[in-house]
């Protein structure tokens, strides 16, 4: 059955940008499905951030994360990525990867990873 | 922006009891559009519910959604110990998707 798995950098700098990357077994990101990042924090709970669609292209934004964000897929590696430019404290979270359906929404998680802002 | 909002924030209740837990959101909402989903500590959430009212692959039957326009419910019929935990409703139909805060059903 398809699996995410998150990956990248437990810690990062202040103003600096954060880079995740979800690789998806299991499932050909290209077959369908759109595949997005959420993230949860103690004082914002869940935050919807963004989704790309099975193309890779064609992202589409929470308004909030709009000016900062960046998603995209990589067909040929079967992964899909998140930027996050600028980053303050707020942003520590833990971020997930998931598969999203317009029926279904996010059906599939991965593990989650945990992103601490701090110099 | 959709806000949800869920009641109460803690539900203590005892094995083989019954849960209602309801979110309500700030504009009214196509019943097509809401899901449930079950955190437990340490894990991603997991989607229960869909469509207001269709079970997830794999979520047994004592889990049932109902609701329409912005009042829903989720209802578990007989609390089990593996169903202590977080419940959040979802709403997919309008961007920004959000996340209600979250109803933590405890023991008691």
């Known amino acids: 059955q398809v699996q995410l798995q998150g990956s990248g950098p437990g810690l990062v700098k202040p103003s600096e940008t954060l880079s995740l990357t979800c690789a998806v077994s299991?499932?050909?990101?290209?077959?369908?499905?759109?595949w997005g990042w959420i993230r949860q924090s103690p004082g914002k709970g869940l935050e919807w951030i963004g989704n790309?669609?099975?193309?890779?292209?064609?992202?589409y934004y929470n308004p909030s994360f709009e000016s900062r964000v960046t998603i995209s897929g990589d067909t040929s590696k079967n992964q899909f990525s998140l930027k996050l430019t600028s980053v303050t404290a707020a942003d520590t979270a833990i971020y997930y990867c998931?598969?999203?359906?317009?029926?279904?929404?996010?059906?599939?998680w991965g593990q989650g990873t945990l992103v601490t802002v701090s110099s | 922006e959709i806000v949800l909002t869920q009641s109460p924030g803690t539900l203590s209740l005892s094995p083989g009891d019954r849960a209602t837990l309801s979110c309500r959101a700030s504009?009214?909402?196509?019943?097509?559009?809401l899901a449930w989903y079950q955190q437990k500590f340490g894990q991603a959430p997991r989607l229960l519910i869909y469509?207001?009212?269709s079970r997830a692959t794999g979520i047994p039957d004592r889990f049932s959604g109902s609701g329409s326009g912005t009042d829903f419910t989720l209802t578990i019929s007989r609390l089990e110990p593996e169903d202590f935990a977080v419940y959040y409703c979802?709403?997919?139909?309008?961007?920004?998707?959000?996340f209600g805060p979250g109803t933590k059903v405890d023991i008691k």
């Open positions: 790309v669609y099975h193309t890779g292209t064609s992202p």
């Open positions: 998931a598969r999203w359906g317009s029926g279904w929404s996010f059906e599939t």
């Open positions: 299991g499932y050909s990101i290209s077959s369908g499905f759109h």
């Open positions: 469509g207001t009212s």
């Open positions: 504009q009214s909402l196509s019943s097509t559009y």
């Open positions: 979802h709403q997919y139909g309008r961007s920004p998707f959000t």
